[in-house]
């Protein structure tokens, strides 16, 4: 079973407006959260990541919160651009493997 | 440049055959990964190596098999007994060790005939 759950599948935004993503875990032993952005036909690219010691991490228009009470992560991207219409993946991981959720694909209207 | 580098690009398959996906990474890691993305599922791990000469299993390592005999090399092999290999695969690469960033080919989208 999907060890990290992703939602929305999908989500269209505005130029300028922001993107938010959500993803949640069961393993407490999952200690490193990376976020991947995928164009089509090509590899999955490292965005941003973050570990369990801090709620937020920013980097540019991108943001990661995290609530490790609550076992959840979310990806903020603010003021959305149409270069920004990838799909984005979260994920977990407690030692050498990951486990990715199933994909958010945001398309960015102009 | 440094990165990965996966070839083909495309591969197609007849029923009853084995074939071999390429990986080369030229960033001097010591840990490779073979993921399988089909649409919906995100990525699943099929094999991983972190070091020359060793590799376990993932999450679904059934119908594949992979061998690492060079650092920079990690190819996989989809047999026969894999019954539903259409996808997308895709290899990554890291430094040894425990929660590592992992870096991404390109990617082989097999194909059945």
């Known amino acids: 079973q999907q060890q990290v759950k992703q939602s929305p599948q999908s989500l269209i935004v505005q130029k300028g407006g922001i993107s938010i993503i959500n993803c949640a875990y069961e393993?407490?032993?999952?200690?490193?959260f990376p976020w991947y952005q995928q164009f089509p036909g090509k590899g999955p690219a490292l965005l941003i990541a973050i570990r369990p010691d801090v709620s937020e991490k920013k980097e540019g228009r991108f943001t990661i919160s995290f609530n490790k009470s609550a076992k959840q992560f979310s990806l903020h991207i603010m003021d959305s651009q149409p270069g920004d219409s990838a799909t984005y993946f979260c994920a977990a991981s407690g030692g050498y493997k990951l486990s990715f959720g199933a994909g958010t694909t945001v398309t960015v209207r102009a | 440049d440094g990165g990965i580098t996966q070839s083909p690009k495309y591969l197609f398959r007849k029923e009853g055959q084995n074939v071999t996906l390429s990986c080369e990474q030229n960033?001097?890691?010591?840990?490779m990964y073979w993921y399988r993305q089909d649409p919906g599922q995100g990525l699943r791990l099929i094999y991983y190596s972190q070091i020359v000469n060793d590799f376990q299993k993932g999450d679904i390592a059934e119908g594949y098999s992979v061998s690492r005999e060079k650092k920079e090399s990690f190819p996989l092999t989809v047999t026969s007994a894999q019954k539903n290999p259409t996808a997308f695969y895709l290899c990554?690469?890291?430094?040894?060790?425990?929660?590592?960033?992992?870096?991404f080919g390109d990617g082989t989208r097999l194909s059945i005939l």
């Open positions: 990554a690469s890291s430094l040894q060790g425990y929660n590592q960033p992992q870096h």
């Open positions: 960033l001097n890691h010591d840990a």
């Open positions: 393993n407490t032993a999952f200690d490193y």
